[in-house]
């Protein structure tokens, strides 16, 4: 069965620093792979997408790369701040007309000032 | 700008109670519509998912069942409520049509605790 493995352990890293968080994937070959940020009570939020024909993705801060070879989708935050601080969920889905999007569990991210 | 709204926000029910959620979504036309729920310490479980007016498609059998009566309503339902039932239930749309498919849109949730 489809599986995606993200790390279940918090990530504690200092501010200003990189974070980077990583998202394995087995018996899946997605055409999208996605990353959203969770707060505490809250719904996911969308952050990136990117596609499986695509190497890499920015946005502002955020960097994803896609390596569909390894299984592995790697998510960096530059020059993080404490209200970077929350959960990241990896997504995989397949083109078509229903677009089901599979998530992983997430990692919770924790900027120490 | 579109926005999705879910109500209750939170709800405390007893074992073998109905459950009626309700999930709209404004400023689009034609979504498709999602109920996942999220138990602690796991992740997001898609439980339905719907393309249409009165189109439904569950993922995982159990004890609920939703609807859709109307383009932009989608409804979560129990007859009996289970203690496993208890969680964060979270609706969510993916815009059609737009170059954009394939990001999804969530709610503010409702938090569901069966006793």
């Known amino acids: 069965s489809q599986k995606i493995e993200q790390n279940s352990e918090a990530l504690n890293i200092q501010e200003g620093k990189t974070a980077t968080l990583t998202c394995n994937y087995t018996n899946y070959s997605p055409a999208y792979l996605q990353w959203y940020r969770q707060d505490p009570g809250r719904g996911p939020v969308f952050l990136l997408l990117i596609r499986e024909n695509e190497k890499e993705k920015r946005k502002e801060r955020l960097k994803v790369t896609f390596d569909t070879t390894l299984k592995q989708s790697l998510f960096h935050i530059t020059a993080s701040q404490p209200a970077d601080s929350a959960t990241y969920l990896c997504?995989?889905?397949?083109?078509?007309?229903?677009?089901?999007?599979?998530f992983g569990i997430g990692t919770k991210l924790q900027v120490i000032p | 700008s579109q926005t999705i709204h879910q109500w209750p926000a939170t709800l405390v029910q007893p074992v073998g109670s109905p459950l009626s959620l309700e999930c709209t979504v404004e400023?689009?036309?034609?979504?498709?519509l999602y109920w996942y729920r999220q138990a602690a310490g796991r992740g997001l479980q898609l439980l339905f998912y719907?393309?249409?007016?009165?189109?439904i498609s569950s993922e995982v059998p159990q004890n609920l069942s939703a609807s859709r009566p109307q383009d932009r309503q989608f409804i979560l339902s129990s007859k009996k409520l289970l203690l496993s039932d208890s969680g964060f239930y979270l609706c969510?749309?993916?815009?059609?049509?737009?170059?954009?498919?394939?990001?999804?849109?969530f709610g503010p949730g409702t938090r569901l605790t069966v006793t």
């Open positions: 997504a995989l889905s397949n083109s078509g007309g229903y677009q089901k999007v599979t």
């Open positions: 400023g689009t036309s034609n979504p498709n």
């Open positions: 969510a749309w993916l815009p059609r049509g737009t170059g954009r498919n394939y990001e999804q849109y």
């Open positions: 719907s393309v249409g007016i009165g189109q």
